[in-house]
């Protein structure tokens, strides 16, 4: 025990358990966000026809925005150390693309409720699992696993990423897709996989207090990475590797430095 007109002895783990609550994800910040994510969906969707935009343009602005919704739920998502709160966001995420399944639904609405269904999915895993990243010097861990286990998904002919991209099922339940401007058409663009990442990434840097704003940008520039490199190599890219690697650069801490 300190001595009596000691200062109090610091424990980092404990700093950490303070920022971590046991409250529920939902907080009217994160459904606002997924509301408004669906309700641009619905927006670009309507006016898409109308928007005359090449492939290229087209791809660029639907990937953005996916990105930006990502990024805003996970941001407005609280940590918490709550298994409830992952149980019931987890099975109501579930019954939700199931029931799309199993319905048939398709189009506009069943992307929208796909994106619902997944976003919820997304941060509620990712959360989780960054609330209990212990330090900050653990990203680094967690950016070299997933990097290569990202690379082997997509590219091994057995990897859980290339049988999700090969099958249009698979793919319209989990993956984001987004409106192409100047058709009618809805592409995936973003797997759930990346967004349980971008959402442990933000709550990681909440939780031990790192610059949330470095923190965004680095997410961004890998999310733009990507699609820059996804539109030069025409071909499906693994997106944690990118994402990673800028999370590394963008935070010292993270590299343990």
Request: glycine fraction near 8%; aromatic fraction near 6%.
């Amino acid at each position: 025990m300190p001595e009596a007109g000691s200062p109090p002895s610091f424990s980092p783990a404990a700093s950490h358990a303070a920022t971590v609550t046991r409250s529920s994800i939902w907080q009217p910040g994160l459904a606002v966000a997924v509301a408004s994510a669906i309700g641009w969906l619905l927006l670009c969707a309507w006016v898409a026809p109308h928007v005359p935009l090449n492939p290229v343009g087209a791809y660029a602005w639907a990937f953005a925005s996916v990105s930006a919704a990502s990024l805003a739920v996970a941001y407005h998502t609280p940590p918490t150390s709550s298994v409830r709160s992952l149980g019931l966001s987890v099975l109501a995420a579930a019954a939700c693309l199931t029931w799309l399944h199993l319905s048939g639904a398709g189009g506009l609405w069943g992307a929208a409720g796909v994106m619902g269904g997944l976003l919820l999915l997304g941060v509620a895993v990712g959360t989780f699992v960054g609330a209990r990243v212990e330090r900050p010097g653990h990203l680094l861990f967690v950016a070299l696993v997933s990097s290569l286990a990202d690379i082997v998904s997509v590219y091994h002919p057995q990897g859980v990423s290339h049988a999700i991209i090969e099958s249009e099922t698979a793919l319209s339940l989990l993956a984001l897709s987004f409106p192409m401007l100047g058709t009618d058409a809805i592409e995936p663009l973003l797997g759930v996989g990346d967004l349980v990442f971008v959402a442990l990434y933000l709550t990681a840097s909440r939780v031990h207090q790192l610059s949330l704003r470095r923190t965004l940008a680095a997410l961004s520039l890998g999310l733009a990475v990507t699609a820059a490199s996804v539109v030069v190599l025409e071909m499906a890219l693994p997106a944690l590797p990118f994402l990673g690697l800028s999370i590394l650069i963008a935070l010292p801490a993270a590299r343990g430095a």
